[in-house]
């Protein structure tokens, strides 16, 4: 099974903070993506990124930036958080071969920022 | 330009009844879709996927979803509800970005609440 894993379940930080969200993936995955999760406005993408060191912006990048240095982990940085930024986060990975393949999902970071 | 839409915010069955979510979609490609389960805290989980193979798709924990295209629906169904189906629910259309790279977009989700 694949497996996608988020560092932390729950993260508390203060305003102005850099913030930083981990996402591992064991499946040898090209494909990894981040994305936001709020009440009433459903999953919204963040960034994602198709290879090492590549990275495109997704619907809503204001605010967030990316790191893929390596093939299984993707990195999620809020360089100045703020409190709009309070939310659920969700790494997914899948596989490069076809448009179509389906994502695998990690259990989300709930992201607090005070 | 690709959508989503699941027609439903919210459904309520007893346990024991039929379950139907609804979900429409707008592709100007063969589309890919799939429906995912998301429970309360935890990440999204893939229940099913299709992709122009059979149109009734079986998925697990006995759900499955039958693809139209004359109605351009996928709507997933479960004949007898569960105490454990109680969750969010989302439709998921794979749009084609070009080459071999493709994004998804999500429907805005149906909770699903199953009473005793």
């Known amino acids: 099974d694949v497996k996608v894993t988020q560092s932390s379940r729950y993260l508390v930080k203060r305003t102005g903070e850099k913030v930083f969200l981990e996402c591992v993936q064991d499946m040898d995955h090209e494909n990894m993506f981040w994305y936001r999760q709020d009440p009433g406005l459903g999953l919204r993408l963040i960034y994602f990124s198709y290879d090492v060191k590549m990275k495109e912006k997704g619907d809503i990048p204001e605010g967030y930036s990316v790191s893929r240095e390596k093939k299984e982990r993707f990195s999620l940085i809020l360089e100045s958080a703020s409190t709009n930024q309070t939310s659920m986060y969700l790494c997914?990975?899948?596989?490069?071969?076809?448009?179509?393949?389906?994502?695998?999902f990690g259990d989300g970071t709930r992201l607090s920022i005070l | 330009a690709q959508s989503v839409t699941q027609l439903d915010s919210h459904v309520s069955v007893s346990e024991g009844t039929p379950v139907l979510l609804r979900c429409n979609y707008s592709s100007s490609y063969s589309p890919s879709l799939f429906w995912y389960v998301q429970h309360p805290n935890k990440g999204l989980q893939l229940l099913l996927k299709y992709t122009s193979a059979a149109t009734l798709v079986k998925g697990i924990n006995g759900f499955e979803a039958e693809f139209k295209k004359s109605e351009t629906s996928f709507h997933l169904t479960k004949p007898s509800a569960h105490m454990s189906d109680a969750a969010e629910y989302f439709c998921v259309v794979s749009v084609f970005e070009g080459g071999s790279q493709g994004n998804l977009i999500f429907g805005k989700g149906t909770k699903l609440s199953v009473k005793p």
């Open positions: 997914a990975s899948s596989p490069g071969q076809g448009w179509n393949q389906p994502q695998h």
